[in-house]
């Protein structure tokens, strides 16, 4: 079993949607947990930082971590074509970036 | 200009062959990475460095080695290359000062072995 599980997807919305991105996970001593925006043909770019349990908002972005469930989820408001991308969780033991365990990411498409 | 580069951006070679991927830096920062990218694996720690003098595995390090030249560059060698490290790799780097550790990736290199 994979540390880190994530839908790879396809997910296609219409634009305007909310959308929905989520990720599990097995260890429950994960503190820190992370959101990269990936588009195609660049390098993953950090959206959402989250230590332990709660939520984080950022404009049309909100981080949500269950550490009960151990389930993390990233929602997208009023989804445009710009946000299609893949998207990529992770999460670490330790704020050290040495140690951080990622997703597989999901592809996301935003139809105009 | 980006603040990470990576050289080549594409390359294909042939198994055996040794070849070296090149990443510089102009964020001033100490820590630098090597990562692979292969879809439905994520990516994935190949050697990591903490500053010119510090350099250590990661989870995926066999086959592969790196050089910490200066503060700025870190390359990445694959002494003989075989089909299975045909991947996407990234090269990272991070600055520990901060409270929250971000990484700040490169564009990649598509590398095929064939």
């Known amino acids: 079993q994979k540390e880190v599980e994530q839908d790879p997807g396809p997910l296609s919305v219409p634009e305007g949607a909310i959308v929905s991105l989520n990720c599990t996970y097995s260890?429950?001593?994960?503190?820190?947990f992370m959101w990269y925006r990936q588009y195609s043909r660049k390098g993953p770019e950090l959206l959402m930082y989250t230590y332990s349990s709660g939520n984080k908002e950022d404009g049309r972005f909100t981080a949500q971590v269950d550490k009960s469930s151990k389930y993390i989820s990233l929602f997208i408001r009023d989804s445009q074509p710009s946000d299609s991308a893949t998207y990529l969780c992770?999460?670490?033991?330790?704020?050290?970036?040495?140690?951080?365990?990622f997703g597989s990411g999901t592809r996301l498409s935003i139809r105009p | 200009d980006a603040d990470v580069t990576q050289t080549p951006r594409n390359r294909i070679t042939k198994t055996g062959k040794r070849i070296m991927l090149e990443c510089s830096q102009t964020?001033?920062?100490?820590?630098m990475y090597w990562y692979r990218q292969d879809p439905g694996l994520g990516l994935r720690l190949i050697y990591y460095s903490f500053d010119v003098k510090d350099i250590n595995k990661g989870e995926i390090s066999d086959g592969y080695s790196v050089s910490r030249q200066a503060q700025a560059k870190f390359s990445l060698s694959l002494e003989s290359a075989i089909p299975n490290q045909t991947a996407l790799y990234f090269c990272a780097t991070s600055d520990p000062d901060r409270a929250q550790e971000t990484q700040y990736f490169g564009p990649g290199t598509r590398l095929l072995v064939l």
């Open positions: 992770a999460m670490s033991l330790y704020s050290s970036a040495s140690k951080i365990i």
């Open positions: 260890n429950s001593a994960f503190q820190y």
């Open positions: 964020k001033g920062h100490d820590r």
